[in-house]
């Protein structure tokens, strides 16, 4: 069985070895989007299956409904009125592609038609580890390019970050409805700004992955006070750093690190949690809660 620490150490091993200087910016943004236009699919999906099991009971219903582009139109047309044509149909278009999984083009729709959309969406929900380490990938690299970089950055960039730690907040508090994707130009300056810092940021990353390592040579129980040890030492080690002035160091970073993945590993609903890890759980957002908007600097 895999144990904590091993999908702790898989997901930042996955960050080291696909992000690099040349495309944080484009990675963050391909994260995000992937991530929120499927959550958006996913309530268009919900929202039809619900609408039309509501039309199917009522006393009024049509002798047949076809699912087909007139009816897809229809319903994104109501639920999406007063966005644009091409918002509109973006959206018919990921809503149809999901739906003709299990739906066949022109057939009637059923309730028991609709019951195996909504298997198959119960499906895709499922969490996974992938999901979790896209989330944790983004989290990361939003707290290195939001740190002292942030002011270094042109205005361009700085407002392209914001507009997507915006989106994906809206995401994880299940409020983004429809987002307009646009593209970001990364200034020769920015490109210049990310080649220079991003040394510190790997060398943050891959120091955090060595202890998750060597963490997990000395488990010797599956008591969550031994796997998690390590995040406590992390902690212990913040409160040093900051009564010694070092919370800008990397050496600081790689702590963050450590703690802010283990963090959105654990309260994602992939792992499945009992009343004791949901304690230690509240013990960590507490004792972590006055670094965590801390960043390393360039010094």
Excluded at 20 to 31: G, K, M, N, T
Excluded at 46 to 57: D, H, R, T, V
Excluded at 205 to 218: C, F, Y
Aim: one cysteine or more; hydrophobic letters at 40%; glycine letters at 2%.
């Amino acid at each position: 069985m895999t144990t904590h620490l091993e999908n702790i150490a898989t997901i930042l091993t996955y960050v080291d070895e696909h992000t690099s200087a040349d495309i944080v910016i484009d990675a963050l943004c391909d994260e995000v989007e992937h991530l929120v236009e499927k959550h958006i699919t996913f309530r268009d999906v919900e929202n039809f299956i619900a609408y039309f099991k509501f039309i199917l009971s009522s006393s009024r219903v049509p002798k047949q409904l076809l699912f087909d582009q007139n009816l897809i139109m229809a319903f994104i047309n109501r639920t999406y009125a007063d966005y644009s044509n091409e918002a509109q149909m973006h959206r018919i278009m990921e809503l149809r592609e999901f739906l003709m999984r299990t739906l066949p083009l022109d057939s009637e729709i059923t309730l028991e038609r609709l019951s195996s959309v909504e298997d198959r969406l119960s499906r895709d929900r499922t969490p996974d580890l992938q999901t979790v380490i896209q989330r944790v990938r983004i989290g990361l690299l939003l707290k290195w390019v939001q740190g002292p970089l942030e002011n270094e950055f042109s205005p361009g960039i700085r407002d392209y970050i914001t507009f997507l730690a915006t989106v994906y907040g809206q995401y994880k508090s299940n409020r983004v409805l429809n987002v307009d994707w646009v593209p970001c130009d990364v200034t020769e300056g920015d490109a210049k700004l990310m080649q220079r810092e991003y040394p510190r940021f790997e060398q943050a990353i891959r120091e955090a992955i060595s202890l998750v390592k060597n963490a997990q040579t000395k488990v010797r129980s599956a008591k969550y006070q031994d796997e998690f040890r390590i995040v406590l030492l992390s902690l212990d080690s913040l409160v040093k750093r900051a009564k010694s002035g070092e919370l800008d160091s990397v050496g600081a970073f790689k702590d963050k690190i450590l703690v802010a993945t283990t963090l959105m590993y654990v309260q994602d609903d992939f792992v499945i949690k009992d009343a004791e890890l949901k304690k230690l759980i509240q013990l960590f957002v507490s004792l972590y809660r006055q670094f965590r908007d801390k960043h390393y600097g360039s010094n």
